[in-house]
């Protein structure tokens, strides 16, 4: 059975980014991992050390969306082909910070993103294959 590792992070909107992530950190002591600037976001995070952003506010609403991740890259394409076998159309994979990735949108039109953490030197945003995550994952022993 494939699964997610985790819930990577959610996005939300904000009109006033400053005030919301203010709120967060007060509220439920999240801790700013990125100071916003005037239009920028705010990424907080549950343990700052960990390098993680569990929560990202942006003022754009356009971008709300939550994220996932799995394991290995046979989960990352098991839910792919349950996506396509379900008639839903995905965008990807294709290469985010944080790994390959695809999008979605649930029935309500909310932005999932399914992501493969493995670190490497490769541009954001640029379209890969399967072919070529499975030389990755040979590569790193990821599979």
Same mark, same amino acid.
């Given at each position: 059975?494939t699964? +997610?590792? $985790?819930? @990577?992070?959610v996005?939300?909107?904000?009109?006033?980014?400053?005030?919301?992530?203010?709120?967060? !950190?007060?509220?439920?002591? +999240? %801790?700013?991992s990125q100071?916003?600037g005037? #239009?920028g976001?705010? *990424?907080l %995070?549950? #343990?700052?050390?960990?390098?993680?952003a569990?929560?990202?506010?942006?003022n754009? =609403?356009r971008?709300m *969306?939550?994220?996932?991740?799995t !394991?290995? +890259?046979?989960?990352?394409? %098991?839910?792919?082909?349950?996506m396509? %076998?379900?008639g839903?159309?995905?965008?990807?994979p294709?290469?985010? $910070?944080e790994?390959p990735t695809?999008s979605m949108f649930? =029935? @309500?039109?909310?932005?999932?993103?399914?992501?493969?953490?493995? *670190?490497?030197?490769?541009q954001?945003?640029?379209q890969?294959?399967?072919g070529?995550?499975?030389e990755l994952?040979d590569?790193?022993?990821?599979?």
């Amino acid at each position: 059975m494939t699964k +997610l590792r $985790q819930l @990577e992070h959610v996005t939300l909107y904000a009109h006033d980014v400053r005030r919301l992530a203010a709120f967060y !950190e007060t509220a439920l002591g +999240l %801790a700013g991992s990125q100071t916003p600037g005037d #239009d920028g976001p705010a *990424r907080l %995070a549950i #343990d700052p050390s960990s390098g993680r952003a569990e929560l990202v506010i942006l003022n754009n =609403p356009r971008h709300m *969306r939550l994220a996932f991740s799995t !394991e290995t +890259l046979s989960d990352f394409k %098991a839910i792919w082909h349950r996506m396509k %076998a379900l008639g839903i159309f995905t965008q990807g994979p294709y290469w985010q $910070q944080e790994g390959p990735t695809f999008s979605m949108f649930d =029935p @309500e039109g909310n932005h999932v993103q399914i992501i493969w953490i493995v *670190r490497t030197a490769c541009q954001p945003g640029s379209q890969v294959t399967f072919g070529e995550l499975a030389e990755l994952a040979d590569q790193t022993g990821q599979t």
